[in-house]
């Protein structure tokens, strides 16, 4: 059954983008998070990656098209999901908002890793600069009890939608 990609909620206020590139193109084997698409909206250009494993079904907007947010681009023949069994997962990737945050969270740990001294803490008693080799990522959030900081953990190991579901 093939899964639908559809257009990502990818910030605050964006209603449409354009579809300036496919990377991909009918038939085209492609794994997940890989990136399918360049879109540019008024605000950004980004690329869109593929949820899913598969084969490239159908592509469903023409470079140059504007395209609302929620419409769907693209379609990818998923191996080994039958109706039944491509109902959970689909469910579960449709139910996450894909935002700037998910791409900057993805794009951290490489940027750690080129600069180690941004991820790295100071022990006072030895006097030494410890480097960390993990990537454990905070967001402060203002909730109804103060200010929190949820973490992130393994940051580099998760996909783009597995980010966007943490900081959902």
Known sequence: M??????????????????VKWLVKAGDRVREDQPLVEVMTDKASVEIPSPRTGTIAEL???EGAMVPVGSVIVSIAVEGESVAGGAGPQAGAAGVRLTYLAYVFRALPETLRQFPLLNASLDDDAHEI????????????NTDDGLTVP????????TLFGLAREIE
Do not use: M
């Not at 093939?2 to 579809?19: R, T």
């Open 130 to 141: 410890l480097l960390k080799h993990e990537f454990h990522l905070g967001l402060a959030t």
């Open 151 to 158: 973490i992130v953990h393994n940051a580099d190991r998760l």
């Open 2 to 19: 093939p899964y639908d990609v559809k257009l990502p909620d990818i910030g605050e206020g964006i209603a449409e983008g354009e579809i």
């Open 60 to 62: 469903l907007a023409e």
